[in-house]
């Protein structure tokens, strides 16, 4: 696996970096488990070849065919399938490069380095590679030599100290001309000490600094009775997770045991900070650029109290044990729940951490943690980056096949294989039992409510739904349980042509897919709408406690348009499928969620997307819900509302593009490259939806779709397609495959497929 060791064998070509020998590096996938390896001999290169997929990643030649010009919309829609076919991998999902947020690397690099273990050699080469393509210099985002918070924002303290600090760590020389402007910029940003909250608690593990530099995260607040409105267990998951073990680092004021006597930290704590190491005046200090989200006074105020009452004077040895205990049992509980896969890339490090200051180096906890690490990891062109979760299967595979019955595709003999195995991956993935914990408790009920309790860890039900990733993995999200249940549905009811029977086998029985359907029944918010991985458990007031400064909207789960309308979609579905189970629930579910959907457009007639970029995105999922509950482009005005805002940005070349600054600033803004692939695609798409009947719009956005494809079929990437937190860019990018063949094959389908001439 990944920490083979040996000489590598460098490519020969190596400009700046040494480069591992990219023919070397494989995709190994256990039923959705990813990893990267890279095969060291001879005989293991013959005994497992290189797949069309894992050159396509590597962005070498996969051999696809040069299929020529389409000359109709479903031409073009199987020329990308074509392409896009042939990187099915073996388990039956589509794997992706999910890179973007720049500050993943480095709590996993530093989490290695502090307890003494280390990636294999081809790993840390290539991640020194992949950090220094992303750096910001010449025509990259600012130039200014730093990086940012992501790889389209521009140079950060966050970004370029934690960047910096790994690059060193991971060998490289401080005398690197690199190096050399990397910290000019850091140093022109005021130095480390103006990070954010994060990156001080990262440096602080490491020893570079103090823990004085970092806001106090008492564990006690674990201790805070549930009817507390401000109890971790109401937080939005991503933050409860985030918090609990560094609450618990953070307690102990654990460093890297060797700090300081590593010549090595020394160094680092020179070059990155210019000020006095007098830590606690700095505690407050930020740069501007990394401010997205100041502190509010409330938590200045309580960060105050804190430091100047709480510590020295109350927090009495007691309490701090008890809290720590607590922390962590429910660390092991995250742990367990997702077979130390952990919820996401950020809190895993840190669980690994806590397991081996609690358990020691050698502790199974703290080997299994190491290993699930690889997941994470991912190999590119550019080098290594950590993905912003363990992959994409459930959700790139879900709509993908929903892209071939759009299409109408799917039941094409040349497809249906590959959408069996699509399938089956599906029900493989499906989560079959609950949290650990949960079925014993109070919480337990059949069908399954939001309930939770402490015995669960504060989870809530989770038999029947699917997350984002793996089965393994085990987070219910809303909408990738909605997807899911929405693709497995489209293709089993799907009629044969010939009017007997239908064209797909029953790989899923109505009692699996009512589970999926009770998950989504009991995710509904008393709004009506339907928020991420759990019901909304505490007031948006909680973000006066948001510590994170480079984030927005964190604190607490919300109602989002695409989630909400995700289970509209797939609720119509079911009731379609099974109309008689739990049907006053079903309908009344869907009637709610409407409502709020309606209550969530602008009154310009969008709606803003929280997960991808963003009012193209949002209004793609809204338009396709209302279209489920009849309300149409001519029976609608909100409908035509949306459209026209819509159709008022389309660009003068057909496509719309759509920048990533809408996202952080909530009003559109053009995306500066024009027309985006992936934008357009979404637009036709929820314009087909609403049933907006001006042809020469939708012919022309569809010509753009043909324009950009190349011989073979395939999209080239463009602009990053997501985001999350308001701020943090992410990429998808399957969705240049699955939205325009979608588009191309719905467009095809309404106007009997014309003859268009890209
Ligand atoms: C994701 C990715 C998928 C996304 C959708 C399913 C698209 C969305 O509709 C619901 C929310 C969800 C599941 C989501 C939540 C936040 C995630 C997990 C991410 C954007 C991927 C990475 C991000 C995670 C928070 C990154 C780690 C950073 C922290 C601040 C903890």
């Not at 985030?242 to 102990?252: D, E």
Request: glycine share 8%; proline share 5%.
């Amino acid at each position: 696996n990944g920490s083979a060791s040996g000489t590598v064998k460098a490519a020969s070509n190596a400009a700046v970096d040494p480069k591992t020998d990219h023919t070397r590096w494989r995709l190994r996938n256990d039923d959705g488990r990813q990893t990267w390896h890279y095969l060291e001999s001879d005989e293991e290169l013959k005994a497992w070849p290189m797949s069309a997929a894992d050159k396509y990643y590597l962005g070498m030649d996969t051999g696809a065919p040069t299929l020529g010009n389409a000359n109709t919309a479903l031409q073009a829609a199987e020329n990308g399938l074509a392409f896009y076919s042939r990187l099915q991998l073996e388990p039956g999902n589509w794997g992706c490069e999910y890179g973007g947020p720049m500050f993943l690397l480095p709590g996993l690099v530093i989490t290695l380095y502090v307890t003494d273990k280390r990636l294999s050699r081809p790993e840390e080469m290539e991640i020194v590679r992949y950090i220094f393509t992303m750096q910001n210099v010449g025509s990259k985002n600012d130039g200014k030599g730093g990086w940012g918070l992501h790889t389209e924002g521009d140079s950060t303290v966050f970004g370029t100290a934690m960047n910096y600090t790994t690059l060193r760590l991971l060998g490289v020389s401080k005398d690197d001309p690199r190096m050399q402007i990397a910290r000019k910029c850091l140093h022109d940003l005021g130095s480390a000490m103006n990070g954010p909250h994060w990156a001080k608690f990262w440096l602080s593990v490491l020893g570079v600094s103090g823990w004085d530099l970092v806001n106090p995260v008492p564990p006690e607040l674990w201790l805070l009775p549930d009817w507390v409105p401000i109890s971790p267990w109401r937080w939005w998951i991503h933050m409860r997770q985030v918090y609990l073990p560094m609450g618990h680092i953070w307690s102990k004021k654990w460093s890297y045991p060797r700090a300081e006597t590593d010549p090595l930290i020394k160094e680092i704590r020179k070059e990155i900070f210019t000020q006095p190491f007098e830590w606690s005046r700095y505690r407050n200090h930020i740069s501007p650029i990394d401010n997205y989200n100041p502190k509010s006074w409330v938590l200045n105020l309580i960060n105050w109290i804190l430091v100047i009452i709480y510590i020295p004077f109350l927090r009495f040895d007691w309490l701090v044990k008890r809290a720590e205990a607590w922390t962590w049992a429910m660390i092991q509980i995250e742990d367990k729940n997702t077979n130390y896969a952990a919820l996401a890339p950020v809190n895993s490090p840190m669980n690994m951490l806590c397991c081996f200051i609690e358990e020691g180096p050698d502790a199974e906890s703290v080997k299994r943690h190491r290993e699930h690490l690889h997941d994470f990891l991912w190999m590119s062109k550019n080098g290594m980056m950590m993905n912003g979760t363990d992959g994409v299967q459930t959700w790139d595979t879900a709509f993908t096949i929903q892209a071939l019955v759009g299409a109408g595709l799917a039941d094409d003999p040349k497809y249906k294989p590959m959408m069996e195995k699509a399938l089956r991956f599906l029900e493989s993935q499906q989560f079959t039992s609950h949290p650990h914990g949960y079925e014993t408790s109070s919480a337990y009920s059949d069908p399954p409510t939001a309930k939770t309790t402490p015995e669960a860890g504060y989870r809530q039900a989770r038999r029947g739904a699917w997350g984002f990733s793996t089965r393994s993995q085990g987070y219910t999200v809303s909408d990738c349980t909605s997807e899911a249940l929405k693709a497995i549905l489209e293709l089993q009811e799907l009629p044969s042509a010939q009017g007997k029977g239908k064209v797909f086998p029953e790989i899923m029985d109505f009692e699996r897919l009512r589970w999926a359907a009770d998950i989504i029944l009991s995710m509904q918010n008393t709004t009506g709408g339907v928020a991420s991985y759990e019901i909304r458990r505490g007031s948006e007031k909680l973000e006066y406690l948001n510590a994170a400064e480079v984030f927005g909207r964190i604190m607490v789960e919300y109602d989002y348009p695409e989630c909400t309308t995700s289970c509209v979609t797939a609720m119509h579905l079911f009731s379609k499928a099974f109309p008689d189970y739990r049907r006053e629930d079903v309908e009344e579910f869907q009637k709610r969620a409407v409502q709020w959907i309606r209550t969530d457009q602008r009154p310009d007639g969008s709606w803003y997307g929280s997960w991808a970029i963003c009012f193209t995105y949002a209004a793609m999922f809204a338009l396709e819900s209302l279209a489920t509950q009849g309300e149409t482009y001519e029976t609608s005005e909100r409908v035509r509302r949306a459209c026209k805002f819509l159709v008022d940005k389309q660009n003068e070349d057909g496509g719309w593009g759509e920048s990533y600054r809408s996202c952080e600033l909530g009003v559109w803004v053009d995306h500066p490259d024009g027309s985006q692939v992936v934008n357009t695609a979404w637009t036709v798409i929820a314009l087909l939806e609403a049933g907006y009947a001006e042809r020469s719009v939708l012919e022309k956005a569809v010509k753009l779709l043909m324009q950009r494809q190349q011989e073979n079929g395939e999209w080239l990437q463009e602009g990053i397609e997501g985001v999350f937190n308001k701020s943090c860019m992410i990429s998808y990018p399957n969705y240049k495959f699955i939205f325009p063949i979608k588009a191309l094959g719905m467009f095809a389908r309404k106007f009997d497929n014309p003859q268009i001439d890209p």
